[in-house]
Protein backbone atom coordinates (compact mmCIF):
# COMPACT_ATOMS: atom_id res chain seq x y z
CA UNK A 1 0.00 0.00 0.00
CA UNK A 2 1.09 4.04 -1.11
CA UNK A 3 1.42 6.45 1.60
CA UNK A 4 1.10 10.05 0.58
CA UNK A 5 3.22 11.71 3.84
CA UNK A 6 3.57 15.53 2.68
CA UNK A 7 0.44 16.37 -0.07
CA UNK A 8 -0.28 15.24 -3.65
CA UNK A 9 2.82 16.29 -5.13
CA UNK A 10 5.57 15.02 -2.53
CA UNK A 11 6.37 12.49 -0.09
CA UNK A 12 4.84 9.41 -1.91
CA UNK A 13 6.00 6.07 -0.45
CA UNK A 14 5.20 2.47 -1.43
CA UNK A 15 3.47 0.61 -3.93
CA UNK A 16 0.06 2.01 -5.21
CA UNK A 17 -0.78 -0.38 -8.48
CA UNK A 18 2.26 -0.55 -10.97
CA UNK A 19 3.31 2.95 -9.71
CA UNK A 20 6.53 2.71 -7.17
CA UNK A 21 6.74 5.80 -4.81
CA UNK A 22 10.06 6.11 -2.77
CA UNK A 23 13.12 8.67 -1.53
CA UNK A 24 16.28 8.71 -2.15
CA UNK A 25 18.80 11.37 -1.23
CA UNK A 26 15.94 14.13 0.05
CA UNK A 27 14.63 13.21 -3.66
CA UNK A 28 10.97 12.26 -3.94
CA UNK A 29 10.27 10.55 -6.87
CA UNK A 30 7.43 8.11 -8.92
CA UNK A 31 8.19 5.05 -11.54
CA UNK A 32 6.67 2.58 -12.62
CA UNK A 33 7.27 -1.11 -12.52
CA UNK A 34 8.55 -2.45 -15.65
CA UNK A 35 6.49 -5.02 -17.59
CA UNK A 36 8.75 -7.81 -18.72
CA UNK A 37 11.00 -6.38 -21.61
CA UNK A 38 12.65 -9.06 -23.77
CA UNK A 39 16.14 -8.89 -24.15
CA UNK A 40 17.34 -8.53 -28.04
CA UNK A 41 20.97 -7.82 -27.63
CA UNK A 42 21.04 -5.61 -30.30
CA UNK A 43 24.69 -4.31 -30.91
CA UNK A 44 24.14 -0.79 -29.92
CA UNK A 45 22.98 -2.40 -26.49
CA UNK A 46 25.99 -4.87 -26.37
CA UNK A 47 28.15 -1.96 -27.58
CA UNK A 48 27.04 0.40 -24.16
CA UNK A 49 26.76 -2.66 -22.07
CA UNK A 50 30.41 -2.84 -22.91
CA UNK A 51 31.03 0.48 -22.39
CA UNK A 52 29.41 0.80 -18.71
CA UNK A 53 31.09 -2.30 -17.71
CA UNK A 54 34.96 -1.04 -18.40
CA UNK A 55 33.85 2.02 -16.75
CA UNK A 56 32.90 -0.24 -13.64
CA UNK A 57 35.92 -1.99 -13.60
CA UNK A 58 37.62 0.91 -13.77
CA UNK A 59 36.10 2.34 -10.61
CA UNK A 60 35.30 -0.13 -8.13
CA UNK A 61 39.37 -0.76 -7.46
CA UNK A 62 39.63 2.72 -6.65
CA UNK A 63 36.25 3.29 -4.40
CA UNK A 64 38.64 4.81 -1.44
CA UNK A 65 39.88 7.83 -4.07
CA UNK A 66 37.07 7.97 -5.37
CA UNK A 67 34.48 8.92 -1.97
CA UNK A 68 37.15 11.37 -1.14
CA UNK A 69 37.76 13.18 -4.52
CA UNK A 70 34.24 13.16 -6.01
CA UNK A 71 32.88 14.55 -2.18
CA UNK A 72 32.17 17.47 -3.83
CA UNK A 73 30.91 16.46 -6.98
CA UNK A 74 28.14 14.56 -5.04
CA UNK A 75 24.84 16.76 -4.66
CA UNK A 76 22.11 14.44 -4.48
CA UNK A 77 24.16 11.15 -5.83
CA UNK A 78 26.84 9.12 -4.78
CA UNK A 79 30.16 10.00 -5.35
CA UNK A 80 30.62 6.57 -7.65
CA UNK A 81 27.75 7.77 -9.26
CA UNK A 82 29.14 11.60 -9.98
CA UNK A 83 32.55 9.68 -10.96
CA UNK A 84 30.63 7.34 -13.45
CA UNK A 85 29.20 10.58 -15.09
CA UNK A 86 32.10 11.94 -15.80
CA UNK A 87 33.76 8.65 -17.96
CA UNK A 88 33.24 9.60 -21.12
CA UNK A 89 34.18 6.19 -23.65
Known sequence: MGVIS???L????GKVGNVVGASWKG???L?????NVA???TEGQ????NKFTVT?????PNLGFIKKGYKSYAVQKTEFNA???????
Open 46 to 49: VNQR
Open 31 to 35: RIKPS
Open 39 to 41: NPR
Open 83 to 89: ASSEQRL
Open 27 to 29: IDY
Open 56 to 60: LEYLQ
Open 6 to 8: QGI
Open 10 to 13: GGVS
